[in-house]
């Protein structure tokens, strides 16, 4: 006869991680079977290798889908991870037990996406919500915990399972039947229906386990210990199974996915439930903490004053005060809440009021930071590499090794040197697996810098990432040439220039040479069909970055220059016909495409201008182009130096004039003025022009007009537009003097000799 000993857990809860480790010594069982999908069964032995440093997670995914991905998250102080980790370290056999994922994740193949499923304490399969993964969840149903907490008075389930199970001292035994009889009272008040979706779900879960517990008995085994979720405690016990028919025809007819298996690291952050994670807990550092200092029968320590040590050290490290005589009067205070509050010993909660009290002068703000690094964590698991993993994985993981760029939970932002060449390695990876879809890192700002030699990149390793890398394994074996087919690919798709001109700078950037050759040939053939000239002026600044980027990469880009400087030639011949006879919207696009031109030409000095500016020239001096584009015309040929300011005024003027309408003069007005109030401010002509004709502005138009101005002069600064303001006041208070005063020129006439003398000037008779 096989003994079947069901211990009812709380994923991640350090209580009944201790009291499982206390059940197994003493039930020393034959085989240990762990809530899981079957498939980490082939994974398991990994959690004895020295190099499994938790918190890991076991990824199960289909084959062909990566994407499509479940994780099975486990800490130190998880109950599944100290079963198991127990099992093998005393030679006992330990399988995982649930529904296979072959099955659940092909029952989630459906093409509307997964919610994530509400939080609740007692967990179901510790399944992680991922982001852009479409990771399968388990669902929602009551939260037996929460029922089991409000039964007892308190509003918070989890400092109801910290006081009665974390810190209670009874027998391990004893407390998982408590556990059981209890959840089986929650469950009998489930009245929903056997067809309810949460509840099939959960009915196929148990039946699985139950026909996996039926295998093992009929084994022989002696003795059998089954760690699981409190909620499926009632439900495995042997003395209530229901028929074995009954769970054959549950499982009848289930469809199957191929998948794969691994472990990948994890971090604390993952584990707390503010990211999502239905079974994780507040604070997986405080758990973490309180496993490692159980004030159990085994006790090594004080919890609350080593945990207050932290706190303080943390506050230290960001010039804190912290003294360790504030250390003593934190606990004390602690312990004292806890007295007062009717609870067995200081919980989290009157830790942190006493540290804020005590140590942080009342202060929330420097807890908070507590609360990040030490409640939280900030510690990311390690796997080794004898996991399994796919030949991708295992390049990035070698070249993060040779590169000395090890992932961290924390977020990092690292300046990278170009010059440099391992950091323009560094630099070369993080581009290509930008590329991949893999966003380990993301660019940020360099500072005051403007040369091409720096980057800035801030980083931080997500679980979620192993998918992507997974995922991005279906282009190649390695790195380089998975973003080289990749980049391939999505040039062949691409449906605009700019697209592709934008892909072939990402491929300077990641030195991909196989990448750009790719690129460059759809460009080459995509420019020579293109007809339309907003395009191919939108293409050249990607060109022109490329060519520029090229000589600090030491990247040839001898093709990429021809294609720029015929797509140049071409958009210089069609501006001017394309620029006539355009409305607002389509003036608003060539526009933007203009600048977007003139800013990569302006990249790259050497390159000749002489068909541009012709062009430029065409469009600026037409009466019959939209007034928003002449204007930035004639604006760019002032910067360049090839009209003068008399020019400009006299064009201003016409511009201006009664015989244009309002509106259109506006637009002219601002393409002309429009990004710096320079030549306002330093020429006169140009602002008594502009000032006049705001003045003759008829009333009936003016509110249509006022809207452009408005944009136009809203993007000066505040500073220039104070000096407008004061000089057209001064404009105002000389038209008044000329208007007031008459000048008599014989009475200046003696005044204007004796100046004349003063000058050395001589009189002529």
């Known amino acids: 006869m096989t003994d079947v000993h069901v211990l009812g857990i709380r994923h991640h809860g350090p209580g009944s991680a201790h009291s499982v480790a206390e059940a197994l010594t003493t039930l020393r069982p034959d085989l240990v079977l762990v809530e899981g999908p079957p498939e980490l ?20 995914y289909v084959a062909d889908q990566p994407r499509l991905a479940s994780f099975y998250p486990l800490a130190s102080f998880s109950p599944e991870w100290v079963a198991i980790r127990w099992a093998l370290s005393t030679g006992t056999e330990v399988r995982a037990m649930d529904l296979p994922a072959a099955h659940s994740l092909a029952l989630h193949m459906a093409p509307a996406p997964v919610e994530p499923p509400s939080s609740e304490s007692d967990g179901g399969t510790s399944v992680e919500y991922a982001g852009p993964v479409v990771d399968v969840q388990q669902p929602y149903r009551p939260d037996a915990i929460a029922m089991l907490a409000e039964a007892a008075g308190y509003s918070d389930a989890e400092r109801w399972w910290e006081d009665a199970i974390e810190h ?11 556990i059981t009889d209890a959840i089986t009272e929650i469950r009998a008040v489930d009245d929903r229906p056997s067809g309810h979706p949460e509840v099939r779900e959960n009915n196929l879960r148990e039946a699985a386990m139950r026909r996996l517990l039926r295998a093992a008995i009929r084994e ?8 699981c979720g409190a909620y499926h405690a009632p439900a495995l016990v042997p003395a209530g199974f229901p028929p074995v028919s009954a769970d054959n025809k549950l499982l009848a007819g289930l469809p199957k996915a ?16 503010r990211s999502g994670y239905g079974a994780g807990v507040t604070a997986p550092g405080w758990y973490q903490h309180l496993f490692t200092h159980w004030t159990g029968k085994n006790s090594n320590g004080d919890v609350a004053t080593t945990w207050l040590v932290r706190v303080a050290r943390t506050l230290r490290r960001e010039n804190l005060d912290a003294s360790t005589a504030s250390v003593v009067e934190a606990t004390r205070m602690a312990n004292a809440l806890a007295a007062v509050r009717g609870r067995p010993s200081a919980g989290l909660t009157e830790l942190d009021d006493a540290a804020q009290a005590v140590l942080c002068d009342g202060s929330p703000l420097p807890l908070a930071l507590v609360h990040r690094e030490v409640t939280i964590g900030l510690e990311l698991g390690n796997v080794p590499e004898s996991a399994p993993t796919v030949p991708l994985a295992a390049d990035l993981a070698a070249t993060q090794r040779r590169l000395r760029l090890k992932p961290g939970a924390m977020e990092e932002v690292m300046t990278m040197d170009l010059r440099r060449p391992n950091q323009l390695a560094r630099s070369v990876l993080l581009h290509r697996l930008t590329l991949l879809g893999v966003d380990w890192g993301v660019p940020t700002e360099t500072g005051r810098t403007t040369g091409t030699f720096k980057e800035a990149w801030t980083l931080r390793w997500e679980p979620e990432l192993s998918v992507a890398v997974v995922e991005a394994s279906r282009y190649g074996t390695t790195v380089a040439s998975a973003a080289a087919t990749y980049v391939s690919e999505r040039a062949q798709a691409a449906t605009g220039l700019t697209e592709l001109s934008d892909l072939l700078a990402s491929c300077l950037l990641a030195d991909l040479p196989d990448g750009i050759s790719a690129v460059v040939s759809v460009l080459a ?7 339309d000239v907003p395009p191919l002026l ?19 880009v001898t093709e990429v220059r021809k294609i720029l400087n015929t797509t140049v030639v071409r958009a210089c011949v069609g501006l001017p016909v394309a620029c006539t006879g355009l409305d607002d919207e389509a003036a608003a696009v060539m526009r933007r495409a203009i600048d977007a031109a003139q800013h990569g030409l302006s990249l790259l000095p050497e390159l000749p201008l002489d068909d541009w500016h012709r062009a430029l020239a065409a469009v600026s001096g037409s009466d019959r182009i939209h007034g928003a584009v002449a204007g930035r015309a004639t604006r760019l040929l002032l910067d360049a130096g090839l009209v003068d300011r008399d020019q400009v005024a006299a064009r201003l003027s016409r511009r201006l004039s009664i015989a244009t309408p309002a509106p259109e003069a506006a637009a002219w007005l601002d393409g002309m003025l429009s990004g710096d109030a320079v030549l306002l401010i330093h020429d006169r002509r140009v602002l008594q022009i502009v000032d006049e004709w705001i003045t003759g502005v008829a009333d009936e138009v003016f509110d249509d007009v006022l809207p452009l101005l408005r944009r136009t002069f809203s993007l000066f600064g505040p500073p220039e537009r104070r000096e407008i303001g004061e000089q057209i006041s001064r404009v105002d208070d000389l038209r008044q003097t000329a208007n007031t005063i008459s000048l008599d020129v014989a009475d200046a006439g003696p005044a204007l000799r004796t100046m004349a003398r003063y000058l050395g000037w001589k009189e002529e008779s």
């Open 168 to 178: 209670r001292n009874t027998g391990p035994v004893d407390r998982f039947a408590a």
């Open 220 to 227: 022989g085994h002696g003795s059998i210990a089954v760690v």
């Open 538 to 556: 939108e293409t050249i600044a990607p060109l022109a970055r490329t060519c520029r980027y090229g000589n600090v990469r030491e990247v040839d």
């Open 41 to 60: 069964d082939q994974v398991l032995p990994l959690l004895s290798d020295r190099e499994m440093t938790p918190p890991v997670a076991g990824l199960i």
């Open 525 to 531: 053939e995509r420019a020579a069909l293109q007809q």
């Open 258 to 273: 191929k998948v794969s298996v691994t472990w990948v690291p994890w971090t604390s952050d993952r584990l707390s439930l």
